[in-house]
């Protein structure tokens, strides 16, 4: 599997792109804010051919460019249908409104083809396989996605498994839960039930700084250590 990412000049949103390896199809995930131009040098250097553009969540710092992106290569969109809203409206999310944030100097337009994520659910895509976890939390449509690993592929084998968490796991941190739609709680329930199952050399890539693994954040990740699940009552003697 071949994966390259970059960080948008606006909030440093990662957005990555997948491919079994280069000069194939590709997947897109979280093409954010003023992306285009280095999205599509990134995809003419290694002559890649997208196929569909995957959403993390419906935040527009990593979303804001789907449509060009889908648009120009009649390509989908995929979002969990919780923050299916928020390609419509993505201001629904923000504590403040689009010409507040941009000044009116960018206009933000919906996909045209958008097809709907479901929990533990796979995607076929590329010649890749992703798997689907809802992860709520940090938006209430919040997802993840899991590639396997696949250490007999030759050169760009990636012996371990990989996981796009989105703002749900960060290096050291996790997704902020004070904005619309988010809540501590949730997001709790999601690292327990999501992250802290997954095997420690599962490879992090987040939607915002640099990639981790979750045995690293299990040991020292201070927000993991608190969705642990408390240790069962003591019984007999």
């Given at each position: ?85 928020l390609l ?93 739609g988010g ?54 003697m």
């Amino acid at each position: 599997m071949f994966v390259t990412g970059f960080p948008s000049a606006m909030f440093a949103t990662n957005c990555f792109v997948l491919a079994p390896a280069p000069g194939e199809q590709c997947v897109v995930v979280d093409p954010g804010i003023d992306v285009v131009p280095q999205l599509d040098a990134v995809l003419a250097e290694h002559k890649l051919q997208p196929v569909a553009v995957l959403l993390t969540h419906g935040h527009l710092d990593h979303t804001f460019s789907v449509q060009p992106v889908c648009g120009a290569r009649g390509i989908p969109a995929w979002i969990h249908p919780d923050d299916e809203e928020l390609l419509h409206d993505p201001g629904k999310a923000l504590s403040m409104s689009l010409d507040q944030l941009f000044g009116g100097r960018r206009t933000y337009t919906e996909p045209d083809d958008v097809k709907l994520l479901t929990d533990g659910g796979t995607l076929e895509l590329a010649g890749l396989t992703f798997t689907v976890d809802h992860a709520p939390g940090h938006t209430r449509g919040s997802v993840m996605f899991r590639l396997p690993p696949d250490p007999d592929a030759g050169q760009w084998a990636v012996p371990e498994q990989v996981l796009l968490s989105g703002d749900v796991l960060f290096q050291g941190s996790i997704g902020r839960t004070d904005l619309p739609g988010g809540s501590y709680e949730q997001m709790l329930d999601s690292l327990a039930r999501k992250i802290l199952p997954l095997d420690d050399g599962t490879i992090v890539l987040p939607g915002h700084g640099g990639a981790t693994t979750i045995g690293n954040e299990r040991a020292t990740n201070p927000y993991l250590a608190e969705a642990a699940p408390l240790a069962g009552p003591n019984r007999g003697m």
